[in-house]
């Protein structure tokens, strides 16, 4: 009875790591965590900004420079985010395609706003994906987008920042081609939660779609996939930045390569098994 259990146990560790994904490789990962985030401005322009992060776009009011800000009222994971503001157009993060420890632009300014020491190939012959967990405040939007020589794009917009509106409309646009202003909105789920957002491309959609891309929306009550069937990668150059705006708070804000390490769409196949396999330890156990 003990092998047979000892046998569940290692085939259910199987199954659950084939559900995480058998190959990933982070060239970004972030919480706005301290020590390597404190609360306050992030910086700005020409001035190094925290943790690598910088202002672009920002505004004056009341005789001070607003730019997007580390805060502790609010957090996905942890007790800090960044938040955004409608008048902070764009929050830029280079992608460094190598950052990892030997790595000769690891923990330089090499990967700072507005200096970067590599890029993150968006190429259609990559698998690639970028998410981040983003809170909006009713009636606002947000921008989730990559910034090349093209401008931004991928891109994805929630709500009223870009081409949507407040009641929640999603619009994505993938360089070659956009979901236009057909989507129907996400109503007031879109607001007062936090959401994951993700731009995945694989190789598999080359097949599928034609080349394409999905861009994915995940909540409380929402579960909305766009996906583009038109998609080549940007044609001037790998993406620099990676671009945050809007009325909202992001938190665990991620991009890679590789398998994605959380999807909107289903565990992988086989991964079902895993329930019933705990369930047929736990039956032998008790007749042990």
């Known amino acids: ?21 058998a190959s990933t490789l982070y060239t970004l990962n972030t919480s706005f965590e301290s020590p390597t985030f404190t ?3 992030i910086g700005c322009c020409t001035v190094t900004g925290q943790g690598g992060w910088g202002g672009y776009n920002s505004v004056v009011q009341d005789g001070q420079l607003v730019l997007a800000r580390i805060v502790n009222d609010r957090a996905w994971s942890g007790t800090q985010s960044l938040r955004t503001t409608s008048d902070t157009r764009t929050i830029q993060k280079a992608l460094d395609a190598n950052p990892v420890p030997g790595d000769p632009n690891y923990g330089s300014s090499g990967g700072e706003y507005p200096f970067h020491g590599g890029g993150f190939s968006i190429n259609s012959t990559f698998d690639w994906w970028v998410q981040a967990r983003v809170f909006i405040n009713t ?10 020589g093209l401008g931004g794009c991928p891109l994805l917009d929630i709500g009223n920042f870009g081409f949507g509106n407040a009641s929640g409309q999603p619009y994505a646009n993938s360089c070659l081609g ?27 959609m080359n097949t599928v779609n034609g080349a394409g891309m999905e861009f994915r929306i995940t909540g ?17 150059g790998n993406p620099a930045y990676l671009g945050l705006a809007g009325d909202a708070w992001w938190d665990d804000v991620r991009a890679g390569y590789g398998d994605i390490p959380i999807s909107a769409v289903p565990l992988p ?5 895993l329930g019933p396999a705990l369930a047929t330890l736990v039956r032998w156990r008790r007749r042990g």
């Open 1 to 21: 009875m003990r092998r047979i259990a000892s046998s569940l146990v290692a085939f259910a560790a199987v199954l659950a790591s084939a559900a995480t994904g």
């Open 269 to 273: 196949g086989a991964a079902w098994l």
């Open 178 to 204: 956009s979901s236009g202003l057909a989507q129907a909105n996400l109503g007031s789920q879109a607001f007062g939660q936090w959401l994951l957002v993700e731009m995945v491309h694989t190789t598999a």
């Open 39 to 41: 609360v306050g401005n």
């Open 139 to 148: 009636g606002g939007g947000a921008r989730f987008t990559l910034l090349n």
């Open 220 to 236: 409380d009550g929402i579960n909305r996939v766009i996906s583009l069937s038109s998609y080549s990668g940007p044609g001037s």
